[in-house]
């Protein structure tokens, strides 16, 4: 493990956490819960949402106690996961701790709702007449596209000799 493994992590996840929060700070102090503000009409608002469940709503309707419990230990253990399979990278495989460092960070921010407010604050809502995508956010955002990043180095990358 380097030095400038661990500075590249902290940069990255670092980034997302930052952003991710200061979003969901900005949305808190400006937008009431349900209120939205139109950027693209007919596309895309941001619309202030809580999400009780994982993605997509899943198990939304348990209990707000066992649901805490279960999403705190899941998020937890997953982001030590994530880091595990972050340092077990080897240097030379960019792409794939970019993507890793990309849903740590996410996997934190959405950590520290949970663990701050219960709930998971999402505001990127796209959508097009009343089809509307599950609102998301900036955390949500960073694991997507990391979990495309790692599995496109998983299908593509050479073999080592």
Known sequence: MTAAKLKFLALVAGGVLVLDQLTKAWVLKHLA??????????????????????????????????????????????????????????TRQRLAAFGLALVFGGALGNLIDRIRFGVVIDFFDVYIGRMHWPAFNVADSAITVGVCIFAAHLIFAKPSA
Do not use: C, E, K
Request: no cysteine; net charge neutral; glycine share 12%.
């Open 33 to 90: 819960l349900g209120a939205s503000l139109t950027l693209i009409p007919g596309f895309f608002d941001l619309t202030h949402v809580h999400n009780p469940g994982g993605a997509f709503g899943f198990l939304a309707t348990m209990g707000p106690v066992v649901r805490a419990i279960v999403f705190i230990a899941a998020s937890a253990l997953a982001a030590g996961v994530i880091l595990w399979l972050y340092l077990q990278t080897p």
